[in-house]
């Protein structure tokens, strides 16, 4: 069993930058593929950006490529979602999930075992 809890999410305005983290608990953690979704009002949960269990090998939505950088500490049982240039089409909340790593498709939200509750990231124009 892992508990996820995001925080960092908040308002900013476009061009600005936030960093999610997500704190995880449990002895296992750096066994789980470490996903970001997000969900905007109105809208399906999409696929953000995912990590490997070692942070070696990274994945990002065409959406968000070049401005999101997502990143693992396994010593600390956290991973990051650093965001940069945002734009306002990227409010959302956005969820950390992890995975137990069965999945063939780690862009699919139904790869992913535990998600966390969630933080708010609203970007103004």
Do not use: H
């Not at 399906?44 to 070049?66: I, L, N, P, W």
């Amino acid at each position: 069993q892992v508990q996820l809890v995001e925080s960092g999410g908040g308002l900013v305005q476009a061009g600005g930058s936030l960093r999610l983290s997500c704190a995880a608990s449990g002895r296992t953690f750096s066994s789980y593929r470490m996903g970001w979704f997000r969900q905007a009002p109105g809208k399906e949960r999409e696929f953000v950006s995912r990590t490997s269990s070692s942070g070696g090998t990274t994945d990002y939505a065409d959406s968000v490529k070049g401005r999101f950088t997502i990143s693992r500490d396994n010593t600390k049982n956290t991973v990051y979602l650093q965001m940069n240039s945002l734009k306002p089409e990227d409010t959302a909340v956005y969820y950390c999930a992890a995975s137990r790593g069965y999945a063939s498709d780690y862009r699919n939200r139904y790869a992913y075992d535990y998600w966390g509750q969630g933080t708010q990231v609203t970007v103004s124009s």
